[in-house]
């Protein structure tokens, strides 16, 4: 059987539990208790004593989900940066800078303006990216895009996290863009966030949006709230992974995705 397996290293940019043992990093962090299947909450009406496939989610369930995602707008940051910026010269000089040295002058807007683009996953959400790049296909084998860069910030210390991303699924009749994985990574990672919570979000999206069998999602990354302070470990490497599915009921098709992951 042939195994589709394609790296990206260099992904395109958009203004957007582990059950098995994977040992890339000294550090690895199991996602909390997630089903076995991604699956949503229906949030239309059904008839009194309609039955509902937990398995299968509605699309238009689906779909309204992700156009609720997005929380800033472009106008919002036109809107927003004045404020962003004087909170920078607040932060200077509590720093006990001087804002209005020749250095300075411009560095309150520059930070603001960085902010916001580190922040920027918050102005798409997923329907934006996956318009016509779902295509019916008779295809049931594994699909891997591996070595992901992933740029994003941790929301406790707002540093950055940088890394890389491994992602897998087994189709169900569907398969996505390649380059679509990718930009989902770029949507979420693209927010304040934790590790945690950015791989499972990556593997559900991946599961509302193509229904398969099962998806695999691991991320290796370093996270300079533990290099650059507190503990100061300068190679320490954090993992995390999510297994849905197939990918989480059968240890077989876990450690191919692993196994291929690592080659």
């Known amino acids: 059987m042939r195994r589709r397996t394609a790296g990206t290293a260099d992904p395109v940019l958009f203004n957007g539990h582990l059950t098995g043992r994977f040992d890339s990093g000294p550090c690895v962090r199991r996602s909390a208790e997630a ?21 299968r989610p509605a699309a238009s369930s689906v779909m309204e989900s992700w156009r609720e995602e997005r929380t800033r707008s472009v106008e919002d940051n036109e809107m927003s940066l004045p404020a962003i910026a004087a909170a920078y010269t607040t932060i200077l000089r509590g720093l006990g800078e001087d804002p209005q040295r020749q250095g300075l002058l411009k560095t309150p807007w520059r930070a603001a303006t960085a902010m916001q683009f ?35 910030m941790c929301e406790h210390h707002l540093v950055p996290i940088f890394g890389r991303v491994h992602i897998g699924y087994l189709p169900n009749k569907r398969v996505l863009g390649l380059s679509k ?7 979420y990672s693209r927010r304040l966030q934790v590790q945690e919570r950015l791989t499972k979000q990556i593997a559900v999206a991946i599961t509302e949006a193509l229904q398969p069998t099962g998806v695999g999602v691991v ?13 100061q470990k300068m190679n320490s490497k954090t993992v995390t992974s999510t297994m849905l599915g197939v990918f989480r009921e059968d240890p077989k098709t876990r450690d191919e995705f692993l196994r291929l992951i690592r080659s």
Do not use: W
């Open 35 to 55: 089903p076995a299947t991604g699956t949503v909450r229906r949030s239309d009406p059904q008839p009194p004593g309609a039955e509902v496939d937990p398995h």
């Open 118 to 152: 580190f922040t920027k996953g918050y102005q798409e959400t997923i329907i934006d990216v996956l318009n016509d790049a779902i295509f019916d296909e008779d295809h049931d084998e594994m699909v891997i895009v591996k070595d992901i860069d992933m740029f994003s």
């Open 181 to 187: 994985l990718a930009r989902i990574v770029e949507i």
């Open 219 to 231: 991320i290796e990354a370093t996270h300079m709230c533990m290099v650059m302070r507190g503990v």
